[in-house]
Nanobody
Framework: QVQLVESGGGLVQPGGSLRLSCEVS????????MGWYRQAPGKQRELVAD???????NYADSVRGRFTISRDNARNTVYLQMNSLKPEDTAVYYC?????????WGQGTQVTVSQ
């Protein structure tokens, strides 16, 4: 059974930074592509970034240059460093192994960017 525990969200002012973490169990973490998704109120869940087991990354246009995805295969953890945050980044952020259908979801972590 896949378990995903996201953490690191919070309230931050525009221009600020946050680092999200996602601890993963129940899969062979190192061979799985991991993705960070987000869902804002009234909107569909969208892919923010993903990373292969070897570290190749992919970003949504809206976050490229501001967010960095990384992973520690020894700790079964994937990270999302978010810089230069904007109000439109406000959402619940989730991680998931992208190859599993249907994708498992954790509880997510709330990110709120506001004055």
């Amino acid at each position: 059974q896949v378990q995903l525990v996201e953490s690191g969200g919070g309230l931050v002012q525009p221009g600020g930074s946050l680092r999200l973490s996602c601890e993963v169990s129940g899969i062979i973490f190192s061979i799985n592509v991991m993705g960070w998704y987000r869902q804002a109120p009234g909107k569909q869940r969208e892919l923010v970034a993903d990373i292969t087991g070897r570290g190749k990354t992919n970003y949504a246009d809206s976050v490229r240059g501001r967010f960095t995805i990384s992973r520690d295969n020894a700790r079964n953890t994937v990270y999302l460093q978010m810089n230069s945050l904007k109000p439109e980044d406000t959402a619940v952020y989730y991680c998931t192994p992208t190859a599993i259908i249907p994708p498992p979801w954790g509880q997510g972590t709330q990110v709120t960017v506001s004055q």
